[in-house]
């Protein structure tokens, strides 16, 4: 398993916001995946070109947990109703490619812990899971653990 640091550049993603304690994320969060593919239709075309699908951790207090599961689309892209915009800075991370089953991304997401502490690096609470498809298949997913100092995302009118 390669482990990388990168910069990557700004994004900005549009999707549904999933709020939830961590016992509850195994529900909810396929469940937007679900409610979010069914509403692709609303968002192309008039998001623009739609990028990746990806879920982003975003913030964590205790046991509750902030995600949004989404697509990446043009800066200048507007939210249909009842989704968010999120603009993620550029940011440095470290970042592995999982192959396979979905069940096999909390380990490559420990795997990066695991890597940031050996390093001495800090990783953050924002993580980005790039690689989701319609009936959430097994597949590429890129991963990526934020690390700090970190420019924080930030909700978009």
């Given amino acids: 398993m390669s482990i990388d640091c990168i910069t990557r550049p700004a994004l900005t993603v549009i999707g549904l916001l999933v709020e939830a304690q961590w016992q509850e994320l195994p529900r909810a969060v396929p469940a937007a995946w679900n409610q979010l593919f069914a509403r692709q239709g609303e968002l192309n075309p008039s998001c623009g070109p739609l990028g990746e699908h990806l879920e982003v951790s975003i913030?964590?207090?205790?046991?509750?947990?902030?995600?949004?599961?989404?697509?990446?689309?043009?800066?200048?892209?507007?939210?249909?109703?009842g989704m968010i915009k999120l603009t993620i800075p550029a940011n440095r991370y470290l970042r592995l490619v999982h192959e396979g089953p979905l069940v096999g991304i909390t380990a490559g997401f420990q795997a990066l812990h695991d890597r940031a502490a050996a390093e001495g690096l800090e990783a953050t609470d924002l993580k980005l899971d790039i690689g989701y498809q319609p009936g959430l298949p097994p597949g590429r997913h890129e991963l990526l653990i934020g690390l700090a100092p970190l420019a924080e995302p930030q909700q978009a009118a």
């Fill in 59 to 81: 913030s964590r207090d205790g046991g509750h947990y902030r995600e949004l599961v989404g697509v990446i689309v043009e800066p200048d892209a507007k939210p249909p109703a």
